[in-house]
Nanobody, 126 residues
Framework: QVQLVESGGGLVQTGGSLRLFCGAS????????MGWFRQAPGKEREFVAA????????YYGASMKGRFTISRDNGMNTVYLQMDSLQPEDTALYYC???????????????????WGQGTQVTVSS
């Protein structure tokens, strides 16, 4: 099992930026990818971004491309999500997740992830 702790959320005005952090511990040697998802009140959890630990390839949700950047700290089990040009519709609870199963699928769906953090709140005011 992988334990995940997110931080970096907060309140920001429209057009502003935030940087989220996620630290992983435990059985991190089993990770194939780390990802970010978000969930707004009354909505389903939505894919935001992911980074493959094996290929280094980054994946993004359609509305995040060009505004969000996922990266990792080399040698550390930490992943970052830089969020720029934030809009009120980006308001949500942001979750970090770890993919520990070699399914051969792209790490872009909830089903690919086995371990989840508690989430960090991002609120964008208009």
């Amino acid at each position: 099992q992988v334990q995940l702790v997110e931080s970096g959320g907060g309140l920001v005005q429209t057009g502003g930026s935030l940087r989220l952090f996620c630290g992983a511990s435990g059985r991190t040697f089993r990770m194939y990818a780390m990802g970010w998802f978000r969930q707004a009140p009354g909505k389903e959890r939505e894919f935001v971004a992911a980074l493959s630990w094996t290929t280094g390839r980054a994946y993004y949700g359609a509305s995040m491309k060009g505004r969000f950047t996922i990266s990792r700290d080399n040698g550390m089990n930490t992943v970052y999500l830089q969020m720029d040009s934030l809009q009120p519709e980006d308001t949500a609870l942001y979750y970090c997740a770890a993919k520990t199963r070699a399914t051969g699928n792209f790490p872009m769906t909830l089903a690919e992830y086995s371990d989840w953090g508690q989430g960090t709140q991002v609120t964008v005011s208009s």
